[in-house]
């Protein structure tokens, strides 16, 4: 149980164009989801935080402008990277909880590599 | 965000050898801490997390905390190959909700 997939797994587009990542929870209902950006050779960084139904909650630093966050049910949410540029090129990964676990346990999905060219 | 600190390695084990992974964070509000393993190019994996002072253990590895201490450590005993990755420490913050990663450890298990 608890898988999380993402869609599209690579995604490769012009400087300038939006792009949308999808992300789902298979088999559970996801209360919280979060997505996270990776950058070569560093940590996860939490960009936002998207609970059902309510607008999401960006981390200091992150354009909420850019990077557009919809958590429209309780198992996908999607982020739109509006405007994309090269320095947006990074590996995005969401998580999400289980809302039936006391714990606050992500369930991480596979990811999505982005290169702006 | 919140500090966490870890040592960004790499550390090298040979096989059947224990690999002790630490972690120290900033957040005294945090309260539960999570171990995540991810291997080169892919997403984290849940390993285990702990929330009382003291050991936790799962099959092969052991998790240690120290609230007074704000330091957190993950113990793998024999350590195989396929253990080799980056892991990462994952203290929530103090709203129960987010993790704020440390930058990883590389473990390299020799055979």
């Known amino acids: 149980g608890a898988v999380v997939s993402q869609h599209p797994s690579w995604v490769i587009c012009k400087s300038g164009t939006s792009v949308k990542i999808e992300c789902r929870s298979l088999?559970?209902?996801?209360?919280?989801m979060f997505w996270y950006r990776q950058f070569p050779k560093q940590s996860l960084m939490l960009m936002a935080t998207s609970n059902e139904g309510s607008k999401a909650t960006y981390e200091q630093g992150v354009e909420k402008d850019k990077f557009l966050i919809n958590h429209a049910s309780l198992t996908l949410s999607t982020l739109t990277v509006t405007s994309a540029h090269p320095e947006d090129s990074s590996f995005y990964i969401c998580?999400?909880?289980?809302?039936?676990?006391?714990?606050?346990?992500?369930?991480f999905g596979p990811g999505t590599r982005l290169l702006v060219l | 965000q919140k500090e966490v600190e870890q040592n960004s390695g790499p550390l090298s084990v040979p096989e059947g050898a224990i690999a002790s992974l630490n972690c120290t964070y900033s957040?005294?509000?945090?309260?539960?801490f999570f171990w995540y393993r991810q291997y080169s190019g892919k997403s984290p994996e849940l390993i285990m997390f702990i929330y009382s002072n003291g050991d936790k253990e799962d099959g092969r590895f052991t998790a240690q905390l120290n609230k007074a201490s704000q330091y957190v450590s993950l113990l793998i005993r024999d350590s195989q190959p396929s253990d080799s990755a980056t892991y990462l420490c994952?203290?929530?913050?103090?709203?129960?909700?987010?993790?704020?990663f440390g930058s990883g450890t590389k473990l390299n298990v020799k055979p």
């Open positions: 957040d005294r509000g945090s309260q539960s």
């Open positions: 994952a203290p929530t913050g103090d709203n129960f909700n987010k993790f704020y």
């Open positions: 998580s999400a909880r289980d809302g039936r676990e006391a714990w606050e346990t992500q369930y």
């Open positions: 088999d559970f209902q996801a209360t919280t």
